[in-house]
């Protein structure tokens, strides 16, 4: 169970809560975020969380009880997360102005 929540599955749905709602409440203010490339938009948030991401993994693998792979699955997962959420938005966006 442990390992469920570390990895993929409870990674991506974090980051793909916390980007949704952020995006779904604070991203229609943003006028950059809605004229930007949909493309450049999604790898910048997959960049960004990424970057987070390790900074965070450094410091949970201080803890003994979480298993040592956490150091790549929780980067990768959360980039996934990211660019999956940022692009399906910006498509509803596009489907929103037609």
Request: charged share 15%; with cysteine; aromatic share 6%.
């Amino acid at each position: 169970m442990l390992a469920a929540a570390t990895s993929i599955a409870g990674t991506s749905a974090a980051v793909a809560l916390i980007i949704g709602i952020w995006l779904q409440h604070r991203g229609f203010r943003y006028e950059r975020l809605r004229s930007s490339s949909p493309v450049l938009l999604a790898a910048a948030f997959g960049a960004g969380t990424a970057v987070v991401a390790v900074s965070l993994t450094q410091l949970l693998a201080a803890v003994p009880a979480l298993p040592d792979r956490i150091r790549v699955d929780v980067p990768i997962a959360a980039s996934i997360a990211a660019v999956i959420i940022t692009s399906r938005w910006c498509s509803t966006l596009r489907k929103e102005e037609r």
